[in-house]
């Protein structure tokens, strides 16, 4: 049954989707943090701890029946009655660790036939919905010069393509080797920035514009044209 | 037992990296054409198909016991005997599919342990080894003006800082509506392409210098300072 969009109070759906093996790490902390300041605004929350759940990374011959649509479905209504969707996970290889990988070759791949209806970006199936990546980093620093560049698979390949008004990052840098002064201080942030995050604006993205103006066709609708079964490319 | 890096005909290691779900998928078209074209010049060519094998992709607690290191340690020792390695796999948003992404998060990985002895990008410990993604896309362009900035973090970020001289990529476009002719284009592409593959120039890569040389720290080696089962960020 899909929650109404606003629930009684006046706050909104969040799900958060959470990628880390061991409860008691930072990435623990900042997930049990959120849902609490969240509940204390009046929102309501949803959380897949997708290791604990045994989610399944692997796109798999059979994605392509009915009965295994199923399986991700129940990812796919929360996604549906989300407002916001936080990803909380420890950056590897700059990158989503595969579980979370998988979360999108999945999930996000089954929600992109509805984008075949709509169109891209601003047109999105999912526009309207929020996401945001919080994650950690185990050295003090990423490896390049700019933070937007290493997300753009993120942030504008994988979730504004699909219609999501992307926020700007939370980033936990360096927590392999922080102070129990520095965790706490990122736990502050985390809590204030949840507090509104309702109202922020949206992250200014690497444009891609030009791109989707050129060509009207997104990286996976190619599919729709095709016979699922004898797809060359999945 | 490591073989020696030049086999006795003259000829290279080679290693691929499979990642499809379906062998007679055009992913597998360009393995078995590799392997064949590579045999066919007298190079050793080993394969994972890490589908077929089952390689659990996902980074977990006992990552960090002895125990678990050998589940990934006959990749490592692939890794280790070849001159070049190549990743065939189908590109999903943007980026590798989930069992390939925890190649790299378990195996990638391990192997970043050594460069905590040697340094990084052309001071890594993979040094002198090539790296190149062979990939297809299912629509028939990419969602970036700039190739090079979406594998960035593949390229760069996770291949590169570890050591690998990078080649540039293999790009099959809209395999999942292309003609046979056009398949066939690809793959005498892919054919002539390997038959002088170790005489090529690597890849023009966007540069990090400027980060490396700043911060004298891998996002991974921060792991190296702390006691790896009190690790706050894997």
Same mark, same amino acid.
């Given at each position: 049954? $899909? ?78 009655? $989300? ?9 590897? %290889? ?8 998988? %979360? ?35 050295? &003090?620093?990423? &490896? ?8 753009? &698979? ?13 926020? &700007? ?20 942030? %985390? ?19 030009? %791109? ?23």
């Amino acid at each position: 049954m $899909a929650a109404t969009r606003t629930s009684s109070n006046g706050g909104k759906n969040v799900f958060i989707v959470y990628a880390h093996p061991k409860p008691e790490s930072f990435n623990g902390a900042l997930l049990r943090t959120a849902v609490d300041v969240l509940k204390s605004h009046g929102h309501s929350v949803e959380v897949s701890d997708l290791y604990e759940m045994g989610f399944d990374p692997l796109v798999r011959l059979d994605d392509f029946s009915v009965d295994v649509c199923r399986v991700v479905q129940g990812e796919v209504d929360k996604v549906e009655r $989300a407002d916001l969707v936080v990803f909380q996970f420890p950056l590897y %290889w700059c990158s989503f660790p595969a579980i979370l990988k998988g %979360w999108m070759d999945r999930v996000i791949q089954v929600m992109s036939g509805f984008v075949r209806k709509t169109g891209l970006y601003e047109e999105g199936a999912l526009r309207g919905k929020r996401a945001l990546l919080s994650f950690t980093t185990g050295a &003090p620093s990423i &490896p390049f010069e700019s933070l937007e560049a290493m997300l753009l &698979p993120m942030q504008v390949g994988t979730l504004n393509v699909v219609g999501f008004d992307v926020l &700007p990052p939370q980033v936990s840098l360096g927590v392999e080797n922080a102070t129990g002064e520095k965790l706490e201080k990122y736990l502050a942030a %985390w809590i204030e920035r949840l507090s509104g995050v309702f109202e922020e604006p949206t992250a200014e993205l690497l444009t891609i514009d030009k %791109w989707a103006k050129k060509h009207s066709v997104l990286i996976l609708t190619a599919r729709a044209k095709s016979d699922p079964t004898q797809a060359k490319h999945f």
